[in-house]
């Protein structure tokens, strides 16, 4: 029980729960938490930087999730955003203030991933649960304390959807994606940022797949940092290098990938190269219908944070997620990932 001896996690509801995750609240918690006294639950939201467009789409979602636990619960709830400016210091800030005015749980969309270790420490020591979203921690900073989660969506996966899209497509039309006809499929790679799990993964597996079915040539890749405008700068560049060699653009996301997009239509190109991306953003969507945009994986904002309040919601009741839902080694949450091409737009 020491280690929990702090755990301020919802005191108003440990009354009555009999449950052993809260008892400690009461026994020895009293002192940080009954100055509250009253039943008003605070989220703190740390984000890594809040100019993202998919991360926007995950705050939206919180959103809901948050008035829609109003309405069932009767009880205020309170989330706050903070946004890190791509800092992990100014982040470390952020969620000690969190820590420090005595927030029910923070959910953490961390800057720097491998630097976990710290915030979980001190989360512990607060007794305060650690939700980590879409940035993912290694395990072992993960294993460091019972109360600290990841829900994320498994990166590989994404990859692979984006290399069978474009493997199907060869398939349907050889020549709708090996435009020269040399049975090689020329491709260039828009990376996201550096280390983050997502632009390791996608871009290895969006490849690996696809060369399962047809052989590649790598004509170029860089980072865009997720960012429309830099990955219209760097297809620029490739077009005026490669021309219409480039058959192939995976792009780590929808962002990167309209940048492409902006770049071919710049460059006044006759037809576009197959374009990839991954998020499914109403954008990107567009891109799709349209026809500029030949598929893109959906990364379940919505459901991230589903889960991510069925984690909230089972420590609220006093309950330990654990025995509540299906938790990987006891921290992950996964969503799974979705294909999106014209046909699945148009089956919905
Ligand atoms: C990825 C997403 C990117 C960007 C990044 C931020 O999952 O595809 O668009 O939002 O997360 O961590
Ligand atoms: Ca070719």
Not at 77 to 94: E, P, V
Not at 204 to 228: G, I
Not at 319 to 342: C, F, K, N, S, V
């Amino acid at each position: 029980m020491s280690r929990r001896s702090k755990n301020c996690f919802f005191p108003s509801l440990a009354k009555g729960s009999g449950v052993l995750f809260l008892a400690g609240v009461l026994l020895l918690g009293q002192s940080g938490c009954a100055r509250r006294g009253n039943d008003d639950v605070r989220v703190g939201v740390a984000l890594y930087q809040q100019n993202d467009t998919f991360i926007s789409t995950v705050v939206q979602d919180l959103e809901l999730q948050a008035r829609g636990w109003e309405e069932e619960t009767g009880r205020k709830l309170t989330l706050t955003i903070t946004d890190g400016g791509n800092s992990q210091s100014t982040q470390n800030d952020q969620v000690d203030r969190f820590l420090d005015r005595g927030y029910n749980a923070v959910c953490v969309n961390i800057v720097d991933r491998t630097a976990a270790a710290v915030l979980v420490d001190k989360a512990e020591a607060a007794g305060v649960p650690i939700i980590f979203f879409n940035r993912q921690p290694v395990q072992e900073d993960l294993d460091r304390w019972e109360y600290a989660y990841y829900v994320g969506a498994r990166a590989e996966e994404s990859g692979e959807i984006q290399g069978q899209i474009v493997a199907d497509a060869w398939k349907a039309d050889p020549a709708s994606v090996d435009r020269n006809g040399d049975g090689v499929i020329q491709y260039v790679m828009l990376e996201g940022e550096p280390g983050h799990q997502d632009t390791l993964l996608r871009t290895e597996y969006s490849v690996n797949t696809l060369t399962q079915t047809v052989p590649a040539e790598k004509l170029a890749s860089d980072t865009a940092n997720w960012d429309r405008t830099q990955a219209s700068a760097r297809m620029g560049e490739w077009l005026d290098e490669f021309g219409d060699e480039i058959e192939v653009v995976f792009a780590n996301n929808d962002d990167m990938a309209l940048g492409a997009i902006d770049a071919c239509e710049a460059a006044e190109l006759e037809k576009l190269p197959f374009i990839v991306g991954v998020d499914a953003t109403p954008p990107a969507l567009d891109a799709i219908e349209a026809g500029t945009l030949q598929g893109t994986v959906l990364n379940d904002a919505e459901g991230m944070a589903e889960s991510m309040f069925a984690l909230i919601r089972a420590l609220a009741a006093g309950e330990d997620p654990a025995e509540q839902m299906e938790l990987e080694d006891g921290h992950y949450i996964w969503r799974p990932y979705r294909r999106i091409t014209a046909e699945t737009l148009s089956e919905r």
